[in-house]
């Protein structure tokens, strides 16, 4: 929930006055968020805000259902306390729960139990990893710890949402056990940008340097170490050596214990002149960069989920979109949209698509708002209003499977 920084945050606010309107809404923050949430929530909002001692105290409630919000975020982890023991639905935005699985790992949570786990999985630890209490002190095969971590947390689950096919596949794979009947595929919606005073877009533009002539490429979003941003650096360094006229902004935060972008520049660039990292933006800021981009770059590879909150963003800011071909939305179709092939061409086909942009002519604005009209009324169908009735009936549906 906001004031929470991420897109699980925004996914829950386009749903929430919707399902408050026909539900009595307890929003459950983890005990170190919950005065944080409880203070930006707003005050007409028909919802309220429960801690996880409150949220322990009212269950086994026979008349509610659970939803989790889940994710491979660290505001995700409290909820690892919770699933095991408390049956719920489950709203999956990424099947690859690796950062979560490390973050549960560094506060002990995963290595104390694992070793059990494998063990009724039918499998044994070699003594090397295991310390004298049972739990992990090394962790071998990641990726099967992964799978049996998601098989543990949803094989009870009255039902799990997923957005794409893509992850529904992974999913199944990852938990054969998972009965198909209580696995729902329903796309990430697609909202179009709030508007704003021309005074506040002229603001945030020059914040970061974008002036009204340049061919401006964007990466949106988190600047973690799977958005493919060596390649990008790379394919940028070597059309700016041939003179075209391009300004490369990496918009959000970075993570430099994943990927040290900063210093990276500085090495490439070391008297300046490079790409610049604008830091954290927030969702309003963010869109005003979309719907300025001539080229948006949403590379996330590798990936077990997809890219699918900010895929649909850059298109409707009206840019023209180049993604990886894997794992990145596959359903969502948009002209604007061009995936590219992973591999070690990439960095090649990035330096096309950055001379090809050089090479048009810009858009004026009356262009770029009928581009961004267009792609509003292509994506129709994807609008939470839209996408509300299906998200329902699932939850009904879970609610019957759990007898309530």
Same mark, same amino acid.
Not at 61 to 89: F, I, K, T, W
Not at 294 to 319: K, M, Q
């Given at each position: ?148 971590? &998601?098989?543990? *947390? %949803?094989?009870? #689950?009255?039902?799990? /949402? +997923? ?5 529904? $596949?992974?999913?199944? !794979? ?111 800021? &963010?869109?005003? *960069? %979309?719907?300025? #981009?001539?080229?948006? /770059? +949403? ?5 077990? $989920?997809?890219?699918? !909150? ?95």
């Amino acid at each position: 929930m906001p004031p929470q920084r991420n897109g699980l945050a925004d996914y829950l606010m386009a749903y929430l006055p919707r399902l408050a309107a026909e539900h009595e809404v307890w929003v459950v923050a983890a005990s170190d968020q919950a005065s944080a949430v409880q203070a930006a929530r707003p005050a007409a909002a028909p919802w309220r805000v429960l801690d996880e001692a409150g949220f322990r105290a009212r269950q086994p409630d026979p008349e509610a259902l659970v939803l989790y919000n889940l994710g491979n975020n660290s505001d995700c982890v409290y909820m690892l306390d919770h699933l095991p023991g408390c049956r719920g639905a489950v709203l999956l935005h990424d099947i690859s729960l690796f950062y979560l699985h490390q973050l549960a790992a560094e506060q002990g949570w995963m290595g104390t139990l694992m070793d059990g786990w494998l063990a009724d999985d039918g499998h044994a630890v070699p003594r090397a990893f295991v310390r004298r209490d049972g739990s992990l002190a090394r962790t071998p095969g990641l990726l099967y710890q992964e799978c049996l971590m &998601l098989r543990r *947390l %949803l094989q009870d #689950a009255p039902g799990v /949402l +997923v957005h794409t096919r893509y992850a529904e $596949g992974r999913l199944l !794979g990852a938990v054969p056990s998972l009965p198909l009947a209580r696995l729902t595929r329903l796309p990430h919606f697609v909202a179009p940008a709030e508007p704003l005073p021309p005074a506040r877009v002229a603001e945030v533009l020059a914040r970061h340097g974008v002036t009204e002539e340049a061919r401006l490429l964007l990466v949106p979003g988190f600047l973690t170490g799977n958005k493919m941003l060596y390649e990008i650096l790379a394919a940028f360094r070597q059309v700016q050596a041939e003179g075209l006229p391009l300004q490369l902004l990496f918009a959000g935060e970075e993570r430099p214990d994943e990927y040290a972008l900063s210093r990276r520049i500085a090495d490439w660039w070391p008297t300046g002149g490079g790409p610049t990292v604008t830091g954290y933006l927030n969702a309003q800021a &963010l869109d005003v *960069l %979309l719907a300025r #981009a001539d080229l948006s /770059l +949403v590379l996330r590879y590798p990936t077990y $989920g997809e890219s699918s !909150g900010i895929l649909p963003r850059a298109a409707l800011g009206g840019a023209r979109v180049l993604t990886v071909d894997i794992g990145a939305y596959p359903e969502f179709s948009s002209p604007l949209v061009t995936p590219l092939r992973v591999g070690a061409w990439l960095v090649d086909s990035l330096v096309g698509a950055m001379r090809a942009l050089a090479a048009e002519p810009p858009l004026s604005p009356a262009e770029r708002q009928a581009r961004q009209q267009a792609e509003v009324d292509r994506q129709a169908a994807l609008s939470p209003a839209a996408l509300y009735p299906a998200l329902r009936d699932w939850l009904h549906r879970c609610a019957a499977e759990l007898g309530r």
